[in-house]
């Protein structure tokens, strides 16, 4: 996959360390991974090809997680090393950072398929250190806790894009945070509000922040409208799905996207699925495959999406019951989108 799929930066990437890459055409996403995010996408795996298949979806975790499509370990190939000059694709940047012994992560780009992906990647639970963490971390993480809504609502707001040429204004400040200072304006178009943003918001500002997201845009009021009506339903859905989940996941993020191009909702006549049927590889079914196209290649028609990512420091844990963290924040989102 690697030799034959070159990488390049991530065109939008809204939280998160940098170097996340995605393939030439769009529609793979690939970051370096540990250890135990690999195993927590294996993990979900295994539970999907559980006896348990007549199960609606949506109700395993596996549902709201991007389809995952395997490692690369570039260190462990001669023959991928000696390649690797070819793989950066003028990059060097990106890869050349990389160690031999850092193995990647390969998911579906869940902006494939998008035109103008406004994003949001909200961080859940209000616990976020793990057992890995040294004291300064756990104290530094305790504070960030403590002064935002991590701690309040067990939820906060990592980073936003959104193009700039919604209806409306950007407003001057929301709350004490000048928007100046957290918003800025990038050449492609899209104004980014990054991570102080979410940090220096309340438990009453956070409100504004999620209309900024769900109302500054450039698409009618009647589709505002259904994309809010649609991620209740997603968090409703999730949140059964997490009640029935037992896991610990800290420092997960809900990734939140919608299309802001109107053309492309009318294009699709304006369905948007709630959630989307995993797109495996169905080589058994050929005459299908050459209908659609694509030997198994993903095909994104959705308009707006929930995901669930980032799976550093997730495990599951059985007996132990649900992760009371992911549930009270999903539970308070919830209770503020019904003001959006
Ligand atoms: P990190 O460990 O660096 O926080 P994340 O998995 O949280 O990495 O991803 C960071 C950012 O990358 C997200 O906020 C999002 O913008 C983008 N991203 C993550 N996963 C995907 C994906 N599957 N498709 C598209 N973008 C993604
Ligand atoms: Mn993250």
Redesign the pocket.
């Known amino acids: 996959l690697f030799m034959v799929t070159p990488f390049v930066p991530?065109q939008?990437?809204?939280?998160?360390?940098n170097g996340?890459m995605?393939s030439v055409d769009g529609s793979l996403?690939c970051?370096a991974a540990k250890h135990r995010e690999i195993k927590f996408y294996n993990d979900s795996h295994g539970k999907m090809m559980d006896p348990s298949d007549s199960l609606a979806l949506g109700s395993l975790l596996i549902d709201w997680m991007?389809v995952y499509l395997g490692t690369l370990d570039p260190g462990l190939s001669d023959e991928l090393s000696s390649k690797k000059s070819d793989i950066v694709d003028g990059n060097q940047n990106t890869l050349g950072k990389v160690g031999q012994n850092e193995t990647f992560l390969v998911?579906?780009?869940?902006?494939y398929g998008y035109r103008k992906p406004n994003?949001m990647?909200i961080k859940l639970g209000n616990i976020l250190y793990d057992e890995t963490a040294d004291k300064a971390k756990v104290e530094r993480m305790k504070e960030v806790s403590r002064s935002t809504t991590s701690g309040s609502l067990s939820f906060r707001i990592?980073?936003v894009q959104i193009s700039d040429d919604f209806h409306g204004e950007l407003p001057a400040s929301i709350e004490n945070c000048k928007m100046e200072d957290v918003c800025h304006r990038k050449p492609d178009g899209y104004l980014t509000f990054d991570k102080r943003f979410g940090r220096s918001l309340t438990e009453t500002s956070v409100r504004d922040a999620l209309r900024l997201f769900f109302r500054g845009n450039c698409l009618a009021k009647v589709i505002q409208d259904k994309i809010v009506d649609n991620f209740v339903i997603r968090l409703q859905t999730l949140y059964n799905c997490l009640l029935d989940t037992e896991v610990r996941i800290i420092?997960g993020?809900l990734?939140f996207v919608l299309e802001d191009d109107e053309q492309r909702w009318k294009d699709m006549e304006y369905e948007d699925p709630v959630l989307e049927e995993r797109l495996i590889d169905d080589s058994d079914d050929e005459e299908e495959e050459e209908e659609e196209g694509g030997g198994g290649s993903i095909i994104s028609s959705s308009l707006s999406c929930l995901?669930f990512?980032?799976f550093?420091h997730a495990r599951y844990t059985p007996g132990e019951g649900y992760d009371e963290g992911l549930i009270k924040g999903v539970e308070n989102l919830l209770k503020l989108m019904a003001d959006i």
């Open positions: 991530l939008h990437q809204v939280a998160g360390h996340s995605q996403f970051k991007p998911l579906e780009n869940v902006l994003i990647d990592c980073g420092s993020s990734l995901k990512i980032d550093a």
